[in-house]
């Protein structure tokens, strides 16, 4: 059950997809700069779930196993951001990223840089860009690559209790239709303030309209 104390309004919810996807479209740009080819980036929805109900919505689309690039992030909010990928979709992506004409093992070989910095700067877009919006700062980990189910991505356990904000993402690049999902594992207080901090954006913006 998620309390009500952090359930996004519509408004709210339309401003965070928006301040996200300014967030994504400044990593695709970095992205394009990166690997000379057009990366369009963008996150359709945003929903609040629990750490399980965010496990049960990967696992119900993706049947293969899941790589992560993972940063903790500490600020008025504090949490842990996920760039999920299916396993099937990350060597594409890597490929994608590294151009050139390598043998499927010289991929592999590579895969951990490039999905660590490819993470890096989409994940460093998002909340940097959400930060600067909310006029806060954040402090972000080094990114770490990890592979696993929903469950083990999560930290799903008996006694969970941080909830997701769960974005999808659709992320095509050079042709290549490969989706994926940002996760933001926050507290309860997390959330709450970041609730706050949408209210206060919404409060400018429509006070700057008027």
Known sequence: MIPDSVLLSDLERDALTEIVNIGVSRAA????????????????????????????????????????????????FSGRALLIFPETNSLELVRAV??????????????????????????????????????RSLTMTLPEVLRGSGASLFEVTATSEGLVLFLYIDFAVRNLDIRGYIAMI??????????ELLDEFIERVVGEDL
């Open 29 to 76: 740009s970095s992205l394009r700069k990166m690997i000379n080819d057009q990366v369009l980036l963008s996150v359709p929805s945003i929903e609040v779930v629990s750490q399980r109900r965010a496990a049960r919505l990967i696992s119900e689309r993706e049947v293969t196993d899941l790589i992560a690039v993972r940063q903790d992030f500490t600020g008025p």
């Open 98 to 135: 590294v151009g050139g004409n390598f043998t499927v093992q010289e991929v592999i070989d590579m895969e951990h840089e490039a999905l660590a910095e490819t993470g890096n700067i989409i994940l460093n877009s998002c909340l940097a860009t959400m930060a600067n919006m909310l006029k």
């Open 186 to 195: 926050l507290d309860i207080p997390s959330l709450e303030t970041l609730k």
